[in-house]
């Protein structure tokens, strides 16, 4: 298994700022994820964080939106740039160890 | 590419009752199944996996759901429902064990009548 934390566990944050958000795990693990769970839907994947090259983004998510940094085996940060409403939303970390495991998330409100 | 399709945003079962809740894959190769549950304000746990041994799969809190191959399906069932079943039960697919990307449902509503 493995233990996962994120901060903050919430924020409620102002259209145009940015927030980023840590993940954390106990050990070291090779992949690392963010998704995004949209009010009343499903987790999307945004991108796979490999520590040591860039992010890997799905169709859909860009850098220029989504900063991610993976300085090493234990850390990524998710970076929600020039926010709006339409990202409020509960963004989570996963770590792939043998099956993927789900940090708590971070819900996040944008007025 | 792979996707997956749950029945039913919202199911409700009175306690002590079967819970079924619904879940079919599309997959052009042998998928590998996973559901999970995400309780209030938390993150998701894995409940039970299927990477194509035994077709009828045991999971944690007594959930046990059956790879069906003919009919491409991957239903979770547990025999009799408690309080503490009440959550959100997502469906999710890849085509690689040992590969990361999940594709999930939609997700299903689990509510408990007492």
């Known amino acids: 298994s493995a233990v996962i934390s994120q901060k903050p566990s919430r924020d409620i944050c102002q259209r145009g700022t940015s927030l980023t958000i840590q993940c954390q795990v106990d050990?070291?693990?090779?992949?690392m994820f963010w998704y995004r769970q949209q009010p009343g839907q499903s987790l999307t994947l945004i991108a796979t964080?490999?520590?040591?090259?860039?992010?890997?983004?799905e169709s859909g998510f860009v850098i220029d939106k989504f900063p991610i940094s993976r300085p090493n085996l234990t850390f990524s940060t998710l970076t929600v740039s020039n926010m709006s409403p339409e990202d409020s939303s509960i963004y989570l970390c996963?770590?792939?160890?043998?099956?993927?495991?789900f940090g708590p998330g971070t819900r996040l409100t944008v007025l | 590419a792979q996707s997956v399709t749950q029945l039913g945003s919202h199911v409700s079962v009175s306690e002590g009752a079967l819970v079924l809740l619904r879940c079919n894959y599309s997959?052009?190769?042998?998928?590998?199944l996973f559901w999970y549950v995400q309780y209030p304000n938390q993150g998701l746990q894995l409940l039970l996996k299927?990477?194509?041994?035994?077709?009828l799969v045991k999971g944690i809190n007594g959930f046990e759901a059956e790879f069906k191959k003919s009919e491409t399906s991957f239903h979770l069932t547990k025999p009799s429902a408690h309080m503490s079943d009440a959550a959100e039960y997502f469906c999710?697919?890849?085509?690689?064990?040992?590969?990361?990307?999940?594709?999930f449902g939609t997700g299903t509503r689990l509510t408990i009548i007492p």
């Open positions: 996963s770590v792939y160890r043998v099956l993927q495991f």
């Open positions: 050990s070291q693990v090779t992949m």
């Open positions: 964080a490999n520590q040591g090259s860039e992010a890997t983004y």
């Open positions: 997959s052009s190769v042998p998928p590998y």
């Open positions: 299927y990477t194509s041994a035994a077709t």
């Open positions: 999710a697919v890849t085509t690689n064990f040992g590969n990361e990307k999940l594709t």
